[in-house]
């Protein structure tokens, strides 16, 4: 048990891993692939039950914080795609550099998901005046609305959360739950005074006192 070779018909992990993962996944029936979109898989009974548990976790961990459970809608108009990207690039950028994302403001930025979103331009025989495409996270759609609804320090905290499906254009190998193109997605967001209210909800988070 445990050297990687192939035991029953079951590909070896150590040897043929890209065989013996979708072998595994399958088998425990988990989703199913054989769905005609690339990358979209149907979630099994017990594949669905396991995502199920894990999400009852999540639940109870943002109740536990005080996080809000809230829904965004699906679609996010095109005029917003610019701000996702320069989101998403300046985001990236700062985790690799290590650096204040807020350091990087007003630097362009190429890449973001400008690449991989999927697009509604029609509404039944209707062309759409403005586009629209299906999220690819909610960073933009949320933070479209917290203006709107933090007016004062009173507001404040602002801790909400949702589990949602998010859809990317994936143009690499699809691989179950590693790499698929619509994602059971999980986003918390939050808005603070300042930075020592947002550390003390970090370290509640991971119960620290």
């Given amino acids: 048990m445990g050297n990687g070779k192939a035991k029953r018909g ?7 891993f890209n065989s013996w993962y979708p072998f595994i996944v399958e088998a425990a029936e988990l989703v ?14 017990y594949g669905w039950r ?20 809230v829904n965004f809608p699906l679609l996010i ?13 300046r985001l990236k950028r700062a985790r690799e550099e290590g650096v204040d994302p807020d350091d990087l403001r007003g630097e362009d930025e190429e890449g973001g998901f400008k690449k ?8 039944g025989d209707n062309e759409l005046d403005i586009p ?23 507001d404040l905290p602002l801790k909400v959360y949702q589990m949602v499906n998010t859809f990317r254009y994936e143009t690499k190998q699809t691989r ?7 994602i059971h997605f999980f986003e918390a967001h939050t808005a603070h005074a300042d ?6 909800t970090d370290r509640s988070r991971f119960g620290d006192s």
Wanted: aromatic share 10%.
């Fill in 10 to 16: 079951i590909p070896s992990k150590i040897e043929d």
């Fill in 132 to 154: 629209m495409f299906l999220r690819p996270t909610s960073e933009t759609a949320m933070y479209t609305m917290f203006p709107l609804w933090v007016r004062s320090h009173k």
């Fill in 32 to 45: 199913d692939k054989r769905y005609p979109i690339k990358g979209m898989d149907v979630w099994r009974p």
């Fill in 195 to 200: 930075e020592d209210c947002a550390s003390q």
């Fill in 116 to 123: 991989e979103v999927y697009w509604v331009k029609h509404a």
């Fill in 77 to 89: 108009p095109e005029n917003l795609l610019d701000k996702e990207n320069a989101l998403v690039a």
């Fill in 50 to 69: 396991t995502m199920k548990l894990i999400d009852a976790l999540t639940h109870a961990e943002m109740e536990r914080t005080d996080h809000e459970e």
């Fill in 176 to 182: 179950s739950f590693i790499r698929v193109r619509e």
